[in-house]
Nanobody, 122 residues
Framework: VQLQASGGGLVQAGESMRLSCAASGMIFKINQMGWYRQAPGKQRELVALITSGTSSSSGRTTYADPVKGRFTISVGNAKNTVYLEMNSLKPEDTAVYFC????????????WGQGTQVTVSS
C-alpha cells in the first residue's frame, strides 16, 4: 500500500488549509486512516484519525486536544482517501504532516506517506 499526500504550504495565522491523502495498491481492508505531525525538535504526534469504509465502526473520529474544534478529518467517497480540513491555523500548527493508514488484517499495521510541510506564519 502506498500513501500519497498533497496539500500543505505556507499560510498566515487564522487561515485555512486542506490536506489530502490517497491510498493505493493492494488494499483489502481499511481499518483507519489519519494524520500525525512532527515539529522541529519534537516527537511525532497524533493529529486526527478516522475509521474507514470497511470497518464496522466506520466514521469514528479521534482528535488531539490542540486541534479539536479547528480541524476536521473526513473520508472521500472512494473510502481510500482521507482529508484534513484545518481552520483557524496557529503558528504552533507548523510541522511536517504525515498521512497514516492501518490496512492490516487483523488491525495493527502502520503505513506512512511522505510528509508534507505546513507552515503557519504569525
Amino acid at each position: 500500500v502506498q500513501l500519497q499526500a498533497s496539500g500543505g504550504g505556507l499560510v498566515q495565522a487564522g487561515e485555512s488549509m486542506r490536506l489530502s491523502c490517497a491510498a493505493s495498491g493492494m488494499i483489502f481492508k481499511i481499518n483507519q486512516m489519519g494524520w500525525y505531525r512532527q515539529a522541529p525538535g519534537k516527537q511525532r504526534e497524533l493529529v486526527a484519525l478516522i475509521t474507514s469504509g470497511t470497518s464496522s465502526s466506520s466514521g469514528r473520529t479521534t482528535y488531539a486536544d490542540p486541534v479539536k474544534g479547528r480541524f476536521t478529518i473526513s473520508v472521500g467517497n472512494a473510502k481510500n482517501t482521507v482529508y484534513l480540513e484545518m481552520n483557524s491555523l496557529k503558528p504552533e500548527d507548523t510541522a511536517v504532516y504525515f498521512c497514516y493508514g492501518d490496512f492490516n488484517d487483523p488491525p495493527g499495521g502502520e503505513e506512512w506517506g511522505q510528509g508534507t510541510q505546513v507552515t503557519v506564519s504569525s
